[in-house]
């Protein structure tokens, strides 16, 4: 991964933490929350609160989303593209069920929930806009497929599979080179010695008298 590519996607994840904590965060809590290191995060922080992304109160040395953020991102709130019609009956579909009901799209391997009617007491399943679900491993992502064309299918598998794979190598450099470790040689003066009842060939000495 590119230096701007990891900037951006620590960006994402602070915000995605925000929006987790709804509270004010310091720089620590960030760093320990998302494995960031302090000296990048300084600078990310920095650069997020010049551009008045986020507000820092630097008495208590607190971060949190600014006003031009909440902005920024306000407007797509009533743009999502999602008929009336459409809005109405997953709302009929949940007060006639009780269960939760969700519309997703497709967004590129996986899907994105769009919108999502639940009730907010007792037992029920959480799901939030904006939450990304597996394209293979989820019931939504198979009734997706399940319109798509095989060839289609098998196009969208085999690059998924190359994504997982580049995935693992990336999180194997991190961890630094396997160590293999050599069996100790057998050492015949570590054998277990011969029963007392028993010859050198195994057999009881017993029966053989």
């Known amino acids: 991964m590119s230096e701007a590519a990891r900037a951006v996607s620590r960006l994402a994840a602070i915000l995605d933490l925000f929006e987790r904590e709804r509270r004010?965060?310091?720089?620590?809590?960030?760093?320990?929350a998302l494995a960031i290191p302090r000296s990048s995060l300084g600078t990310l922080l920095k650069a997020m609160v010049e551009l008045h992304w986020l507000a820092a109160d630097r008495r208590r040395a607190t971060y949190f989303p600014a006003a031009r953020l909440a902005r920024l991102g306000g407007w797509l709130l009533g743009t999502v593209v999602i008929d009336e019609r459409v809005r109405e009956l997953v709302h009929r579909l949940h007060e006639e069920t009780g269960e939760t009901i969700?519309?997703?799209a497709i967004s590129d391997l996986e899907?994105?929930?769009?919108?999502?009617?639940?009730?907010?007491?007792?037992?029920?399943l959480v799901v939030h806009p904006g939450?990304?679900?597996?394209l293979w491993r989820s019931s939504v992502g198979t009734a997706h497929l399940a319109t798509l064309p095989d060839a289609t299918i098998r196009s969208?598998?085999?690059r998924s599979a190359r994504e997982r794979?580049?995935?693992?190598?990336?999180?194997?450099r991190r961890r630094g080179p396997a160590r293999g470790i050599r069996a100790a040689p057998d050492d015949p003066q570590r054998r277990r010695p011969e029963r007392?009842?028993?010859d050198a060939t195994g057999r009881d000495r017993s029966s053989a008298a």
Not at 131 to 134: L, M
């Open 131 to 134: 939450r990304r679900i597996s």
């Open 24 to 32: 004010p965060l310091t720089s620590r809590d960030i760093a320990v």
């Open 102 to 104: 969700s519309v997703s």
């Open 156 to 158: 969208m598998h085999g």
């Open 111 to 124: 899907i994105e929930v769009i919108h999502v009617s639940s009730q907010d007491v007792g037992i029920q």
């Open 165 to 172: 794979g580049r995935g693992a190598g990336r999180r194997r």
């Open 196 to 198: 007392a009842d028993r």
